[in-house]
Structures are given as structure tokens and as C-alpha cells.
């Protein structure tokens, strides 16, 4: 059973401090990584796509992806309370066509002022 | 605008009884999908379709049904066999191909059991 693992939380940080978001992965041939952001009662929002290993930026988002140790993470700069949600990571097990993601349980993070 | 639209919003279903949800969207997708999502868990796949008139079961279709008679509308029926069935029912669709992996999300539809 190919596994996406996240830590529940909540991970609380202050205001402007940097949230970091942790995710590994079972399957070692997954070939795209996702972050979606989901608020209480909504649907999610993709914020961060990666494919290859290293870093990735968008403004106040940096996803990072280690192949080899099967772990892919995002790093939020200048957290704000409207960052409170909680964030799901997705794995695509296939290289392309079916996008038969796999969806970690979230990482709850609360920002306080 | 174009989008993924999903009804209702809160749906209530009486033992036994079948209950179906609503997904259309207007982005000229070719796949679409239907997961389930417990509280505090991630989104399950219940049935995907690549195409009209095919689809293919998700890690949890027992229980569910669906239709895929037009590009547009990808129906999910859940059956007096889903014994489980409150949950948070998510659509998405998004393009096929190498990268075209962006899924776009209805709304969603909170299932409920009387």
C-alpha cells in the first residue's frame, strides 16, 4: 500500500516566523509532489507543485524535495494568521496520465499573532 | 468563469436509501475524479474517468457508483450498500498528459446520515 505520511499537529508558530511542513513518501517511483492549503469546510488549493529534487520558490512558499530519503517539505516565510489551515501533501505515484494522487492526512498549522 | 461545481452543499441521506451527488464543471477537462474525506484524513480516491463512458474504481468504490455520459458531468451515487457514508465528498477534474497533474476542486458536498 503505497503511503503518504504527514504529522497531524498543530504545529503552531508565530507571526512572521517560518512554518515548516514535513511529508514522506512510500513509493520511491513517484515522479510529482503537491502541496494543497485546505481551510475548515473547504476544498483544496494547489500552492506548490515539484518534480524534480531541490528547491522550489513562490513567494513566501519554498517546497523542497529529497528523492533519495523520500521526503518532500514546504517552508512558509513571514507566516500570517490567514496561513492557519491545514496543508495536505499529495503524491503521484505515476509518471504522467492518470492522476491517481495520494493524499497525506494534513498538518494542521495555526499562526498566531 | 470557469469552474467545478458541485450540489448540494449538504446532503442527508435515510437508511437504505440511494443518494446522488453533482459534479459539472465547464473547463473542458477530460478527467475527473470523486474523493471521500473523513475528518482528519486525507482525500481518498473513490472513482476516477479519464474519458467518456469509462471509468475506473478508486482505492474505496464499494459501495459507490458512477456515470460518465457526458465530458462535462461525472455523477457519484452512493448506495444503501456504503454503510459509512457521512464524510466530506470532494470532485475534481484536470487535464491528461505528462504535467497536467493540477486538479481543480468543486466545492465539496457534506454527506450526512439521518
Known amino acids: 500500500q503505497k503511503e503518504v505520511e504527514q504529522n497531524s499537529g498543530p504545529l503552531s508558530v508565530p507571526e512572521g516566523a517560518i512554518a515548516s511542513l514535513n511529508c514522506t513518501y512510500s513509493?520511491?517511483?513517484?515522479?510529482?509532489f503537491f502541496w494543497y492549503r485546505q481551510y475548515s469546510g473547504k476544498s483544496p488549493e494547489l500552492i506548490m507543485s515539484?518534480?524534480?529534487?531541490g528547491d522550489k520558490e513562490d513567494g513566501r512558499f519554498t517546497a523542497q524535495l529529497n528523492k533519495a530519503s523520500q521526503y518532500v517539505s514546504l517552508l512558509i516565510r513571514d507566516s500570517q494568521p490567514s496561513d492557519s489551515a491545514t496543508y495536505l501533501c499529495a503524491v503521484n505515484p505515476f509518471s504522467g496520465g492518470y492522476n491517481k494522487l495520494i493524499f497525506g492526512a494534513g498538518t494542521r498549522l495555526a499562526v498566531h499573532p | 468563469d470557469g469552474g467545478i461545481t458541485q450540489s448540494p452543499k449538504y446532503l442527508f441521506r435515510k437508511e437504505g436509501q440511494n443518494v446522488t451527488l453533482s459534479c459539472e464543471q465547464n473547463?473542458?477537462?477530460?478527467?475527473m475524479y470523486w474523493y471521500r474525506q473523513d475528518p482528519g484524513q486525507g482525500l481518498r480516491l473513490i472513482y476516477y474517468?479519464?474519458?467518456?463512458?469509462?471509468?475506473q474504481k478508486g482505492d474505496i468504490a464499494e459501495g459507490y457508483s458512477v456515470s460518465r455520459e457526458k465530458k462535462e458531468s461525472f455523477p457519484l451515487t452512493v448506495t444503501s450498500a456504503q454503510k459509512n457514508p457521512t464524510a466530506f465528498y470532494l470532485c475534481?477534474?484536470?487535464?491528461?498528459?505528462?504535467?497536467?497533474?493540477?486538479?481543480?476542486f468543486g466545492s465539496g458536498t457534506q454527506l450526512s446520515v439521518l
Open positions: 515539484i518534480y524534480s529534487n
Open positions: 513509493d520511491r517511483g513517484s515522479q510529482s
Open positions: 475534481a477534474s484536470s487535464r491528461t498528459g505528462p504535467l497536467n497533474e493540477k486538479l481543480f
Open positions: 473547463l473542458n477537462h477530460d478527467a
Open positions: 474517468s479519464q474519458i467518456v463512458n469509462d471509468f
